[in-house]
């Protein structure tokens, strides 16, 4: 075998001068057998023979040797240590050529060869969309949709190549999604199934491909698969059924495919997908929550959906899973109902529902992405509605909680989302008796500290509670307000050239506020607080510029 294999190498040099195409062919093949028998060693002789600088010139669309020369390049590229020589020797242009081939063998080969070389490596699949293969791949497969072993290979390259994010818009411009939904609808076998979702998935990230899917009838595919394999208890049945249903809330992430499938409520796809909600299978359960989650990013349907009675499906999901639940199912109920709860006109409906108090079961939860979505449905829900907010602001085992997910260091959402809605029960309620619970469970501090956050919206939200607290009850706040040194931080704020007009008004209110009290009095006359004030009565603003000459007479006169 050495011997031949050595001798065929030394041939095939003298093919460029002189040589049959019989001997050529048989080259080939002496090469073939050898690779199938040690193709590490054979593709190590073959570099360091120099054969590779070859066979660019032995790539010709007429040449009958061409598929077995296509053959022995993917061969030898299935090696990692061969890819970089396959480069250099120039084969990528000359391959990618013959994709325009017509002959079968030689497109399954050359599709082979490029995949090989390219494997693994961005950079080489980037060099290729450049070169226009993907417009020419989805042209393949429509035209030999027959061959089995073509359309593995264009959705081998597919899935390679719809990883790069250069890669979806020469996808969006060509009709892959056509050929991929009438690919996948005569496909029968697991397996080939599998291989077309795992190209779907990447795409579907796009939102020109997403709608170019919905239209092509992917979706009623994934519910007639949804609907074969829900009682189904084979392993691959539970693998099509998750790889469906995630599909299809993938395809409801992109605003026109979700319109397009939400038809005002009225839409087919949209009933099925809510029966996926009351439904036995957790995964069911799960994709039906976000689903609704998703079908929830616009306020009309949110507000069609609630008039629907959805919120009762979603809160009896909930009281399923209330005792060692399914977290993920948890937390995609929980996140339906904090965006169905963002239209002001939901929220006193779903107050009534009762959507609070199963909320509330929750607040044990020990997972911090329940914890997240928990806290920002109360925040919705509360905005606005002062009576809500004076009941759960008063609800010492919440406030006490929320005062424990303060100092969540390691889970910055929950830990943000704590201190907001900490905020949100004093802004809305404006009940003294909500003060007081949030200063006796030890929240003072925490609100003084979002004030100093790097996000304006969660500073402002902080100064206007601590502004109400020192309205409504400034003896009880008095010494949190002193250890936690609130005045400096105001001082702070109002010095910063940085901090925006709100907050510099909402920082001088809240200083007036602080004068009613001695310690806090002379803390403030301990600080440069008068040079500060007289500077932001020039500020090009015109309400800092008013309170700033406020500020300065009610700190004149105290002085």
């Known amino acids: ?85 396959c480069v250099e020797a120039g084969l990528i242009p000359p391959l990618v050529q013959l994709l325009h081939c017509k002959d079968q063998e030689v497109l399954l080969q050359t599709g082979r060869a490029l995949g090989n070389i390219c494997y693994d490596s961005h950079t080489l699949q980037a060099q290729l969309i450049n070169m226009g293969v993907i417009p020419t791949l989805v042209k393949l497969l429509g035209i030999h949709s027959q061959n089995a072993s073509l359309t593995e290979m264009c959705l081998i390259a597919f899935g390679n190549l719809a990883e790069l994010e250069s890669s979806k818009e020469q996808f969006a411009s060509t009709n892959i999604a056509e050929e991929l939904v009438k690919l996948f609808k005569k496909q029968a076998e697991h397996e080939k199934k599998e291989m077309i979702f795992e190209v779907l998935a990447p795409l ?30 084979k392993e691959e049945d539970i693998a099509e059924l998750k790889t469906a249903s995630d599909l299809m809330v993938l395809l409801l992430l992109g605003d026109e495919s979700m319109q397009k499938l939400f038809e005002e409520g009225k839409g087919s796809v949209f009933q099925r997908v809510l029966s996926w909600v009351p439904s036995h299978n957790h995964q069911l359960q799960l994709a039906g929550a976000l689903a609704i ?102 609800n010492v085992k919440l406030v006490e909680r929320l005062v424990e997910w303060c100092e969540a260091k390691d889970h910055a959402g929950v830990m943000g989302e704590s201190n907001r809605l900490l905020s949100a029960l004093i802004r809305h309620s404006k009940s003294k008796d909500v003060v007081r619970t949030v200063i006796q469970c030890g929240g003072v501090r925490h609100l003084v500290t979002m004030a100093t956050s790097e996000h304006m919206i969660m500073q402002n939200e902080a100064l206007v509670a601590l502004g109400l607290m020192a309205a409504l ?22 010095s910063d050239e940085k901090s925006a007009p709100e907050i510099k008004y909402n920082s001088m209110i809240l200083i007036c506020a602080l004068m009613g009290s001695e310690p806090l009095h002379k803390a403030v006359q301990g600080l440069t607080f008068l040079d500060v004030v007289s500077k932001l009565r020039s500020h090009e603003n015109k309400t800092v510029a008013h309170q700033a000459s406020l500020t300065e007479q009610r700190l004149t006169v105290q002085s």
């Open 1 to 85: 075998m050495a011997d031949n294999f050595c001798e065929a190498l030394r041939k095939l040099k003298l093919t460029e001068a002189d040589s049959t195409v019989d001997s050529l062919e048989g080259c080939l093949d002496c090469l073939l057998k050898a690779l199938a028998h040690n193709n590490v060693e054979a593709s190590e002789k073959i570099h360091e023979s120099g054969t590779l600088k070859m066979f660019p010139g032995l790539l010709s669309p007429q040449s009958s040797s061409t598929p077995k020369v296509a053959n022995v390049i993917a061969e030898v590229a299935k090696n990692e240590f061969m890819r970089s020589p």
């Open 204 to 233: 579907a990230e796009n939102d020109v491909i997403k709608l170019q899917l919905v239209e092509a009838g992917l979706v009623e595919c994934l519910l007639d698969i949804v609907a074969q394999t829900v009682d189904g208890e």
């Open 293 to 394: 989650a998703n079908f929830a990013r616009n306020d009309g349907n949110c507000i069609h959906m609630v008039d629907t009675g959805i919120v009762q499906k979603l809160l009896d999901l909930l009281e399923r899973h209330a005792e060692d639940g399914n977290v993920t199912v948890q937390h995609a109920a929980l996140s339906a109902l904090r965006n169905l709860a963002i239209p002001v006109v939901n929220k006193s409906k779903m107050l009534s529902a009762g959507v609070s108090d199963v909320v509330l079961k929750f607040l044990k939860s020990e997972m911090p992405p329940v914890q997240f979505k928990l806290l920002g449905t109360l925040r919705m829900l509360i905005d606005t509605q002062a009576e809500a907010a004076d009941q759960l602001g008063n």
């Open 473 to 494: 009850d400034l003896g009880m706040a008095e010494k949190d307000f002193e250890s936690a040194d609130l005045v400096q931080v105001l001082h702070k704020l109002l």
